[in-house]
């Protein structure tokens, strides 16, 4: 079906380490893709983008990657912190400008 | 510079009620965007408006509507409430129509139905 998904609802990586989040999509026609970030109580709140046109972007700590061939989407942070621990989230964005979250990743730091 | 706001925190309320959320957007933000989320889900969209208008919609049925007033701060209001509405509704706001500018949210609405 036309959803995003995410291969692991939870993650649990060890402080200092990098995290890798992963989540496939269905849909070739999107062209657009954002990754957030909810903290508990909180709103999501956008961590970085690309466009279907790409296929990395970079920004501070984070690197997202597009792989068009096979519908799949990462989020890798460096250096994780304890501040990353949230869900994570994928969301599509259809050409028609509809909007699709996926379920969630939840990542957890080990001390 | 305030961001998002959202009221109340929390509500409950009966099957077969109806109920009004709040929203008033980041300073300088003229398009509201609603969402629902069920617990351990991801948002889903309900509905965009900019002019004061729905300009788009997801996949909600009628018993769910919203207006936005001219200082761009929206209402959701949700009518013959089911037990299946309980969630955390989320309103972002943006500068611009349409889903590709960056979407500002609120800390959402807990919303029980019982």
């Known amino acids: 079906g036309e959803s995003v998904g995410l291969h692991l609802p939870t993650l649990s990586v060890q402080e200092g380490d990098n995290s890798i989040i992963n989540c496939a999509y269905s849909?070739?026609?999107?062209?657009?893709f954002i990754w957030y970030k909810q903290e508990s109580g909180k709103g999501p709140q956008f961590i970085i983008d690309?466009?279907?046109?790409?296929d990395k972007r970079q920004g501070q700590r984070v690197t997202v990657l597009l792989n068009k061939t096979v519908k799949h989407l990462s989020l890798q942070i460096a250096a994780t912190q304890p501040g990353d621990s949230a869900v994570y989230f994928c969301?599509?964005?259809?050409?028609?400008?509809?909007?699709?979250f996926g379920k969630g990743t939840r990542l957890h730091i080990l001390p | 510079d305030a961001g998002v706001t959202q009221s109340p925190t929390h509500l409950i309320k009966t099957r077969g009620q109806q109920v009004t959320l709040r929203c008033s957007p980041k300073?300088?933000?003229?398009?509201v965007s609603w969402y629902q989320q069920a617990l351990g889900q991801g948002p889903q969209f309900i509905f965009q408006?900019?002019?004061?208008?729905?300009?788009q919609r997801g996949n909600f049925p009628d018993r769910f509507s919203g207006h936005q007033f001219p200082n761009y701060s929206s209402e959701l209001n949700v009518n013959a409430l089911l037990l299946g509405d309980s969630a955390l509704y989320l309103c972002?706001?943006?500068?611009?129509?349409?889903?590709?500018?960056?979407?500002?949210f609120g800390p959402g609405t807990r919303l029980t139905v019982t």
């Open positions: 690309i466009r279907s046109n790409m």
């Open positions: 300073s300088g933000h003229d398009t």
């Open positions: 969301a599509e964005i259809y050409r028609d400008d509809k909007i699709i």
């Open positions: 408006y900019y002019e004061e208008e729905e300009r």
């Open positions: 849909n070739s026609a999107s062209d657009y």
């Open positions: 972002a706001s943006s500068l611009g129509q349409g889903m590709t500018y960056e979407q500002y």
